[in-house]
T-cell receptor, first 119, second 108 residues
């Protein structure tokens, strides 16, 4: 398997521009997660989907952020308008529900990340 | 909510043993996971504890005490390539909440 695929790997944009980050999860995985990582705030969960349905978006910083998952193999995270404080590495991760929750790891497999710089 | 505490930095020499501690406060807890992240890379899964006790995977072991809300990652026979950040994460339902990470520096 190719693993979780993210694009672009690097994005440099100017304040006020729209940014779209893309993710292809591992085939057969039920869950998809978007994280943001900065030195100051660490690794933060923004939103996650189960079977393409958004389950918890309480980590989305503000209305400028939106995420969609139109099908099982594709998700986007959009920022509009972008601001310098949005500069971070954005990771997408996917996992598969295990049959026995107590024993299962629900291991999350992370993509390589998108390094976003907003000038 | 969830909160996790782990040391920000640990330094050790090649061949040594190092222990990275993690304490947590959480509502809803299934287990504790550990992830490794090299500079510029993505977090990768190392270990999971759903039950109290020690889980061993090669040079790495992880321990959990639910009653103490405490766990640790033990790295033995340290190698230079083990220099990375290590994150504990609480599994609560389908979600992971990550600690701030411990940066491990292995010196020759």
């Amino acid at each position: 398997d190719a693993g979780v695929i993210q694009s672009p790997r690097h994005e440099v944009t100017e304040m006020g521009q729209e940014v779209t980050l893309r993710c292809k999860p591992i085939s057969g995985h039920d869950y998809l997660f978007w994280y943001r990582q900065t030195m100051m705030r660490g690794l933060e969960l923004l939103i996650y989907f189960n079977n393409n349905v958004p389950i918890d978006d309480s980590g989305m910083p503000e209305d400028r952020f939106s995420a969609k998952m139109p099908n099982a193999s594709f998700s986007t995270l959009k920022i509009q308008p972008s601001e310098p404080r949005d500069s971070a590495v954005y990771f997408c991760a996917s996992s598969k529900l295990t049959s026995n929750r107590y024993w299962g790891t629900d291991t999350q497999y992370f993509g390589p990340g998108t390094r976003l710089t907003v000038l | 909510g969830q909160s996790l505490e782990q040391p920000s930095e640990v330094t050790a020499v090649e061949g040594a043993i190092v222990q990275i501690n993690c304490t947590y406060q959480t509502s809803g807890f299934y287990g504790l996971s550990w992830y490794q992240q090299h500079d510029g890379g993505a977090p990768t899964f190392l270990s999971y504890n759903g039950l109290d006790g020690l889980e061993e995977t090669g040079r790495f072991s992880s321990f959990l005490s639910r009653s103490d809300s405490y766990g640790y990652l033990l790295l033995q026979e340290l190698q230079m390539k083990d220099s990375a950040s290590y994150f504990c994460a609480v599994n609560a339902g389908n979600m992971l909440t990550f600690g701030g990470g411990t940066r491990l520096m292995v010196k020759p």
